[in-house]
């Protein structure tokens, strides 16, 4: 997600940002992108963002984030689901 002031929405800073962290090997959640230009259009002086459209984009992108966490997350082995008392999905 990136937030500008002009019209790119910072598309180039994302692309360039998750082809260094794929390069050292990071997990970077494929979609959605958030681009948001004329950042200081979307928010009133509290910095709460008042674009209906943005805010869905924002929520889509946390939900995605999620589902990719839950996708990655390792596996916990049983002996320590044991000891601690949590079950495997």
């Known amino acids: 997600m990136g937030a500008v002031l002009g ?14 962290l794929s390069r050292v090997g990071a997990i970077v959640v494929p979609d959605p992108q958030v681009l948001v230009p004329r950042a200081y259009r979307l928010f009133d002086e509290q910095v709460n963002l008042l674009n209906k459209d943005t805010r869905e984009e924002v929520r889509q992108l946390v939900e995605a984030m999620a589902q990719w966490c839950r996708r990655v997350q390792p596996e916990e082995p049983d002996s320590i689901a044991a000891a601690t008392g949590s079950s495997n999905r």
């Open 7 to 20: 019209s790119s929405g910072s598309a180039n800073a994302q692309a360039a940002l998750r082809g260094i």
